[in-house]
């Protein structure tokens, strides 16, 4: 059965300077975005791409097929799950509630498919979808006044929360439908799944998919995809 890549790039988030949103920042002579479609589009079950953009977008290159598959565009909204019911909502009739959807931030552009497989391979026998996530390394701290350090937090069973993230398409929308009306802002979809008592499944994928935020990670991302073979 077909598989939909969703792809929220509606933010205006243009965290280190300068006027391009991270979506649209090169690196290996692409801008984020394009590694990102290409990451999902290159999976045979995958039939094409919704793509959430900012209304006052000038910089979408138009592309309206990638690789022979079609690539739509929609308005996205405010929030990034605003982004994501939008282009949920606007997939073509033939897509179903039933079919997994694919979420991916269009600022990590270093996708594998090895874990692309991997995460569609779980989310299709659980019951509440899966993300890629890996656990946290690093020791937890919480600060206190002036920025001292308040306490230490258990990292045990602690993950950090990537994409794509793969849900059945009525499900998410379900769920964001939810957290809006309830009011809470949810910064990935998993976080609206849990809300509705899913508990999607984590499954572990390479820290190096990473999401573009800072001048430093757009570094890393031209490192990273230097390694790659060509
Ligand atoms: O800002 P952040 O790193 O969380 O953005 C993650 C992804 O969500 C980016 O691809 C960004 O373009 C997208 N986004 C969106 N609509 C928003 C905010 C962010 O599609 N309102």
Redesign the pocket.
Same mark, same amino acid.
């Given at each position: 059965t077909e598989l939909w890549a969703v792809?929220? &790039? &509606?933010?205006?988030?243009t965290?280190f300077g300068g006027d391009v949103? !991270?979506?649209y920042l090169e690196v290996a002579g692409r801008p984020?975005?394009a590694h990102?479609l290409q990451a999902l589009l290159a999976h045979p079950r995958v039939a094409g791409a919704m793509v959430?953009?900012?209304p006052d977008d000038a910089r979408w290159p138009g592309w309206k097929q990638w690789n022979g598959k079609p690539v739509m565009r929609c308005v996205?909204?405010?929030?990034?799950?605003?982004?994501?019911l939008a &282009?949920l909502r606007a997939l073509p009739a033939q897509v179903d509630d039933n079919t997994l959807v694919l979420v991916h931030? &269009?600022?990590?552009p270093n996708l594998r498919d090895t874990d692309l497989e991997r995460l569609i391979a779980v989310a299709e026998a659980a019951e509440h979808g899966a993300i890629l996530a890996a656990p946290v390394r690093d020791t937890l701290k919480r600060a206190g006044e002036g920025d001292r350090i308040a306490a230490t937090e258990s990292r045990e069973g602690l993950w950090r929360a990537f994409?794509p993230q793969a849900f059945r398409r009525g499900a998410l929308i379900a769920a964001l439908e939810q957290a809006r009306i309830d009011g809470v802002v949810v910064?990935d979809e998993a976080m609206a799944m849990e809300r509705t008592g899913a508990r999607p499944a984590l499954v572990e994928g390479r820290e190096d998919n990473l !999401?573009?935020?800072t001048a430093a990670d757009l570094a890393l991302a031209e490192y990273l995809l230097s390694l790659r073979d060509p």
């Open positions: 792809i929220p &790039a &509606a933010g205006r988030g965290r949103p !991270k979506q984020l975005i990102a959430a953009l900012s996205g909204g405010g929030e990034r799950a605003d982004s994501v &282009a931030d &269009a600022a990590r994409t910064t !999401k573009v935020t």
